[in-house]
């Protein structure tokens, strides 16, 4: 069974912090590059950061500098600190692999976390 599940979004004003978390099924943990995805209605989903199974660890220009990408193997997750937080990153965050998984030739997505950065 596939297993995301993120949580820790929320609303913070700009220049806030929030740490973002999720569980990932076992079997897919171990074997893929994980990522965190930025959602925002009506547009692409964007990937924000990637960790490999190597733990190297790639930024879009937009957040270097500003988010953190983690992962815990004892834990089978992965974590996206997000600091000095702007309007701009405001969307659901959702974890996934690289690309994002499909079944059945569908794209897979959890539930995904709400951020929202306002003032």
Not at 14 to 38: H, K, Q
Request: glycine share 10%; charged share 20%.
């Amino acid at each position: 069974q596939v297993q995301l599940v993120e949580s820790g979004g929320g609303w913070v004003q700009p220049g806030g912090s929030l740490r973002l978390s999720c569980t990932v099924s076992e079997d897919i943990f171990r074997r893929n590059t994980m990522a965190w995805y930025r959602h925002v209605s009506g547009e692409a989903y964007e990937l924000v950061a990637r960790i490999t199974v190597g733990n190297i660890r790639n930024y879009v220009d937009s957040v270097k500098g500003r988010f953190t990408i983690s992962s815990d193997a004892a834990k089978n997750s992965v974590y996206l600190q997000m600091n000095s937080l702007k309007i701009e990153d405001t969307g659901v965050y959702f974890c996934n692999t690289v690309p994002a998984m499909k079944i059945r030739s569908l794209a897979y997505w959890g539930q995904g976390t709400q951020v929202t950065v306002s003032s």
